[in-house]
């Protein structure tokens, strides 16, 4: 493995997604690398922790690289593509290295994969943040340049911020456990450059705002596990007895109405029938009182 490969896992370069990442699968766990490339980080997982590694590849090149390295390489679109020839609830880690910006249906391809981790398996993530603050300044001049490759890759479909991350796992019914971030922030002279082509000058505001989190993650980075949804408890009494507690009041409720209504009709049927009764009956009252 060259040199360069081995920096990506050393100590004075840490602020990596692979290294990050790396540091938070335990040894000897099963991991299935989503978009494993050529195979070079499951093989740094197997050598370095005595994982067990497999991976999933659209590049038929890469994949027949990585199955060299790996236990099992599958040529398939996760999305998409039949996953029954891969074991359900094999793996301790699912892992997605700068894919999920790559997704048309990231929520459900969230959901899909539930099915491969084991009962206390999480998924892996690395993401390009679009709310740097280099994303931010091109904006800010009117500038949306797509890229081969970084932040506004040309093969983006979606772009995230940490909301969206936190959103896109919440609805796939994810708990993000740990979330980390690969650092790149701006140099007060460069942003001082930028803002002086608009005719702007920054404040020590402005440069404090320019390095927060979600400005300076260049890459968020974390674990997210399936969440537990809590079945809801029916009452004491079971739906039956619910039904029939609720056809009782209102029987009984119905009645009351019904005998209520049967006295006004039979007094309204009596005045109606005898109204010269009823006008004498008050005349004799009224000439009694007086």
């Known amino acids: 493995m060259s040199n360069y490969t081995n920096s990506f896992f050393s100590e004075e370069n840490h602020n990596t997604s692979w290294y990050k990442v790396f540091h ?94 084991k009962p206390d398996g999480a998924v892996l993530f690395s993401i390009p943040n679009m709310g740097h603050i280099a994303v931010r300044l091109d904006l800010l001049e009117g500038n949306f340049p797509i890229t081969e490759t970084g932040l506004l890759d040309k093969t983006h479909l979606h772009f995230y911020t940490q909301e969206e991350v936190e959103r896109v796992f919440g609805e796939a019914g994810y708990a993000i456990k740990n979330l980390d971030f690969v650092k790149k922030d ?12 608009l005719g702007l000058t920054p404040n020590e505001k402005f440069y404090k705002l320019a390095q927060k989190t979600d400005a300076a993650a260049f890459q968020f980075v974390g674990l997210a596990a399936p969440s537990v949804i809590k079945k809801f408890k029916l009452p004491r009494f079971g739906p039956v007895d619910m ?6 009041d209102t029987k009984a409720n119905y009645e009351a109405d019904i005998k209520r209504l049967q006295a006004e009709n039979q007094e309204l049927r009596y005045k109606v029938r005898h109204p010269l009764r009823n006008t004498a009956g008050h005349i004799k009252r009224k000439i009694k009182r007086t």
Not at 34 to 47: A, D, M, P, Q, R
Not at 186 to 197: V, W
């Open 186 to 197: 701006y140099p007060k002279a460069l942003l001082k450059k930028h803002l002086a082509k």
């Open 24 to 117: 938070l699968i335990k040894d000897k766990s099963s991991v299935l690398d989503v978009g494993c490339s050529s195979g070079n980080f499951g093989h740094e997982l197997i050598k370095r922790k005595g994982c067990v590694v497999d991976g999933i590849e659209l590049d038929t090149g890469d994949a027949k690289i990585a199955a060299k390295k790996l236990r099992n390489v599958w040529v398939l679109n996760i999305e998409f593509d039949d996953i029954s020839k891969i074991k359900k609830r094999a793996y301790d880690y699912v892992y997605f290295g700068d894919v999920i910006e790559h997704l048309v249906q990231p929520i459900e391809t969230l959901k899909r994969v539930k099915s491969l981790l």
């Open 243 to 248: 039904f029939e507690n609720f056809y009782e």
